[in-house]
């Protein structure tokens, strides 16, 4: 089907949307007062075009916009719209096989970076949670109103720094010349400088450590609105620590749990300015990937369909934990 | 030693551990930034020098970053703040139905790589600047704006749901029965109620906005912020200019957060100053309603 | 100004539930009126349909014969007082007074004289430039009755305003909100589960239950002549002895209780054979008194209250029965265990419908 049927209308689609918003607000009838009365004409105008422009303008209509580009041909800005312009799977095949006509290799390269992103940022996901919840559990529960304030301000601090700086830093330590290997082999541990950076080690490292806060943030917050006495009721009857970890901690503290998981594995898949920094020349991580299909191949429609596949992926996984863990999306988004 | 005495140990062990991993590299910055060798580098330390502080400063790219991004980050607080606030209003008003799919696209571009925001406001505003001839909104700071302020406004409207939960409507109420319209209420009685709400909001979203790379480095064109600059630098090799900049940063939030401790136990003070008046008024009035009653 | 209230039909229903049902009663100018009542009766409701945050299903309400469908709550002539007071925690003292002032575009001047006088009138000068929280529970009471009356309300509505109070400063308001009410001549709508609260201060109260008036009378026709059963029982203390009428005659039934037949007045003119209740209050029945009615009973149990003592009788057949002796009574409180016979005259028993 010929793209530039649908395509015109597609950015004049939200007005519309926020129109029919504003009309059925002044008809609305609900409970006596409607919508437009009981704010005031001024104010619920504010309301309706605020919350239209952002839920449509903003968020809704681009996601669509990227969709349909996805699946549309490469084109020089003179042939769009035109009769080669028409809707096909020709990106999502080259994701999978290399070539947007050819199936019959498949695209070892990009998916292999898919599925090492994945994994990797599942296993950093999981190796924070486990870093970040002793303290967490401390902080909530045993800490001290004034051990506590400085805690957390220790925690926050190196938040300030721009997260592009810290992957600077753990440059400078892994790097061949680095704080690192100038010590080890200082000590006499290694004759030849490692290359951190080329075994990924240096990436792996520094993802973990990029979004450290914000495992640990719902983690606390969740554990610290469990009531203390549970635990000690618990310690009373006996229970030895690692089984009031596991029978009441973890299953209260589940919404917090969900939330630092979904977060820090987004953030890892969706990890842009540490891999460009940190990763080797032969490293693969999949969001530098998708930024080369648009600025270094030129190729949008491509870049379209990468970013779509990485969103779903994401989408998945929030649909994974919300599953496995039994909890509404309002409960994880603090 | 005792097993508790153990447990005790490992557990300041691990607290050290996790704090040398958390402050290591900037420790470790920080030593570079005083170094003055070429290159950043802790080991070997040659002789400590001021210099590279003041080479921020003449940096042109990076001075001209730091002024995008601080454009940038006020309009995004004058975009994302007052949409935060209407969504919050709207959320509390809407059909309990129609609650959960409203919350969920509000709350989406939470959960959605920045990447994929940046790459989805550039595509949408092509082809829509295209079709409707406003090519002139085609820009970096314009893009990067919108991009922002989509997950950004919904930072701010949990913020604000979070303090709307605790107004008492009593309140509203009492303005309209003494006369207030409905634009006086809002403005005379929520508003004053949700100021300090608004300061941290105002306050996150410009901080949000400062540090963001993934969707900036999509939306901002041929514009250049501040950490599309630093981006860029770091892949490229630099000197320890940037472990300057690291420094300066960290400098300006502790004075930040030592100023706001301050400000906080002022408020404090002030506040047990006014119940203590209270205090004594309960006490000087039951005085002769119990002598007359 | 002061005008009148009418309620003409006012039924308020949310969904299934009829929080009102079918109210008609007409409030007099100048009147201090109470809503008595339990918890869940509906006096919340009324005093809201009033003050026109809930309009009414069926019915009207007329301020001054005027109607109030379709009027907001900005715009009727009502002022109200919430039961927590909902002072404007971000505005003094004299901002709060003056807030209904400057919504009406009042100017500076004359809304600082007006606030001055506010502040005489209940005596807090001088308090202006303070904030709530730095009051005392009775001085924000003040403050929010200043804050209503400043805008010149011809009814004011006040939802449980003492019940926050300690004890004693409660019936310290008490007198300082009737005589502000003689003061300023203003129609005061007042709303409250204690009876002692609207027995004291009202010229009429009204006793609701489930949504309906039960009775409208004066404090002595409400506690001396309830109407219904609900009201004997829920105004004050009452021994309820129920049985069948033996017969009537003038206004006078007998009625055939456990304890035997009771002679009482006979205001809602039942018939013999009805099936009734005899009301009595502790405090007119006597022990060893020779009156129309007399009870055989053994005392059972003492509660000593000071200036009254409350005796726990048991009948034969197992009815209990109070009664309240005064300190004047002293010597006539029986021990527990000893028999005796308890009079009280025909008049100060009522006999009403089952």
């Known amino acids: 089907m010929r793209s530039a049927v649908l395509h015109p209308w597609l950015p004049l689609l939200p007005l519309l949307v926020i129109a029919g918003f504003w009309l059925a607000a002044r008809l609305d009838r609900r409970r006596g007062e409607s919508f437009m009365r009981r704010n005031g004409l001024l104010i619920g105008t504010y309301l309706v075009v605020a919350v239209g422009v952002w839920m449509l303008v903003m968020i809704v209509v681009p996601q669509i916009s990227m969709l349909e580009l996805s699946f549309r041909p490469k084109l020089p800005p003179v042939a769009m719209g035109g009769p080669r312009d028409v809707y096909t799977l020709e990106n999502y095949r080259y994701f999978l096989f290399g070539s947007t006509t050819d199936t019959s290799h498949w695209n070892v390269l990009h998916l292999r970076a898919f599925a090492i992103t994945i994994v990797a940022s599942i296993l950093i996901t999981l190796f924070d949670l486990a870093l970040c919840y002793p303290l967490a559990f401390h902080m909530a529960q045993s800490a001290r109103p004034a051990r506590l304030r400085l805690l957390l301000l220790l925690l926050i601090a190196p938040y300030w720094v721009n997260e592009i700086l810290r992957a600077f830093a753990w440059r400078i330590i892994f790097a061949a010349s680095g704080l690192l290997n100038t010590a080890l082999l200082a000590l006499g541990l290694i004759s030849q400088p490692i290359d951190f950076l080329g075994q990924d080690a240096a990436l792996y490292t520094g993802l973990s450590y990029a979004y450290l806060l914000l495992m640990i943030f719902p983690l606390y917050n969740a554990i610290e609105t469990l009531p203390h006495e549970q635990i000690e009721a618990a310690r009373d009857l006996g229970a030895p620590w690692w089984r009031i970890h596991r029978d009441i901690v973890v299953p209260f503290a589940k919404p917090g749990i969900a939330s630092g998981c979904t977060l820090v594995f987004m953030l890892c898949a969706g990890a842009l300015a540490t891999p460009q920094i940190l990763g080797g020349p032969r490293s693969l991580w999949f969001t530098p990937i998708v930024y080369d299909r648009f600025y270094q191949a030129f190729n949008w429609p491509l870049g379209a369909a990468y970013a779509f596949i990485l969103l779903l992926t994401c989408v998945a996984f929030v649909l994974a934990v919300l599953r496995l863990s039994r909890l509404s999306l309002g409960e994880i988004t603090r | 030693m005792t097993p508790d005495g153990v447990r005790r140990a490992l557990f300041g062990f691990y607290v050290a551990l996790f704090f040398a991993y958390l402050f290591g590299p900037l420790a470790v910055m920080g030593v570079t930034a005083f170094n003055d060798s070429a290159y950043p580098q802790a080991i070997p330390f040659g002789h400590a020098t001021l210099r590279w502080f003041g080479e921020i400063a003449s940096d042109d790219e990076l001075v001209q970053g730091f002024a995008t991004s601080l454009r940038i980050g006020m309009l995004v607080v004058l975009v994302a703040v007052p949409v935060g606030l209407a969504g919050a209003l709207v959320m509390q008003q809407i059909h309990a139905r129609a609650r959960a799919l409203y919350y969920l696209i509000v709350v989406s571009p939470v959960l959605t790589p920045g990447v994929i925001i940046g790459i989805s406001t550039v595509i949408f505003w092509r082809d829509l600047t295209g079709v409707t001839h406003t090519r002139f909104l085609y820009n970096g700071v314009t893009l990067t704006v919108l991009g922002q302020s989509s997950f950004i406004s919904a930072y701010c409207m949990l913020i604000f749901l979070a303090r709307l939960q605790r107004f008492d409507g009593s309140l509203a109420e009492a303005a309209r029965d003494l006369g207030a319209s409905r634009g006086q209420v809002f403005a005379h009685i929520l508003l004053p109620f949700l100021r300090p709400a608004v300061l941290s909001a105002a306050v996150l979203a410009f901080l949000a906005s400062f540090e963001n790379y993934n969707t900036t480095t999509f939306s901002i064109l041929a514009d250049k912020t501040l950490t599309t600059v630093l981006a860029g630098r770091v892949r490229q090799g630099t000197t320890p200019a940037l472990s300057a900049l690291a420094v300066m940063i960290v400098a300006l939030t502790v004075a930040g957060a030592l100023a706001y401790e301050v400000l906080r136990r002022r408020a404090d003070r002030r506040q047990r100053e006014e119940r203590r008046t209270a205090r004594e008024a309960e006490r000087r009035e039951l005085q002769p309603a119990l002598e007359a009653g | ?354």
Do not use: W
């Open chain 3, 1 to 354: 100004m002061t005008e009148a209230v009418e309620l003409d039909h006012v039924t308020v229903r949310f969904g299934d539930f009829t929080a009102v049902a079918d109210l008609t009663l007409r409030i007099e100018p100048g009147e201090f009126f109470s809503f008595l009542g339990p918890s869940g009766c509906g006096k919340t409701t009324v005093l809201r349909t009033i003050s026109g945050f809930v309009a009414p299903s069926a019915g009207s309400v007329r301020i001054g014969g005027r109607d109030m469908r379709g009027i907001g709550p900005n715009e009727r002539p009502t002022a109200l007082i919430f039961q927590s007071l909902a002072l404007f925690p971000m505005m003094t003292v004299a901002e709060n007074i003056g807030y209904g002032l400057r919504v009406r575009g009042v100017a500076r001047r004359a809304r600082c004289e007006r606030v001055e006088r506010l502040l005489a009138l209940v005596a807090l000068e001088g308090q202006g430039g303070k904030h709530v929280s730095e009051l005392s529970g009775g001085q924000r009471q003040r403050v929010a009755i200043a804050r209503a009356l400043a805008v010149e309300p011809q009814v004011l509505l006040l939802d449980e305003p003492l019940s926050a109070l300690d004890l004693k400063l409660r019936q310290h308001m008490r007198n300082e909100l009737r005589a502000i009410q003689r003061r300023v001549g203003l129609t005061f709508i007042y709303i409250t589960h204690d009876q002692g609260e609207a027995l004291t201060m009202s010229d009429r109260i009204a006793v609701m239950r489930d949504g309906r008036v039960e009775q409208v009378g004066d404090a002595r026709s409400i506690y001396e002549a309830p109407e219904t059963a609900f009201v004997a029982g829920f105004v004050g203390e009452s021994n309820a002895l129920p049985g069948r009428v033996l017969r009537a005659a003038a206004d006078e039934a007998v009625v055939d209780t456990p304890l035997g037949a009771l002679r009482g007045r006979n205001p809602r003119c039942l018939a013999a054979g009805a099936r009734a209740v005899l009301f009595v209050r502790p405090e007119v029945l006597r022990p060893d008194f020779a009156a129309e009615n007399a009870c055989e009973v053994e005392a059972s149990d003492l509660t000593y209250e000071g200036s009254v003592t409350h005796v726990g009788f048991r009948a034969a057949d197992g009815t209990r029965l109070l009664a309240s002796l005064g300190a004047a009574m002293r010597e006539a409180v029986p021990a527990p265990g000893v028999r005796l016979s308890l009079g009280f005259a025909a008049r100060d028993a009522v006999v009403l419908p089952a």
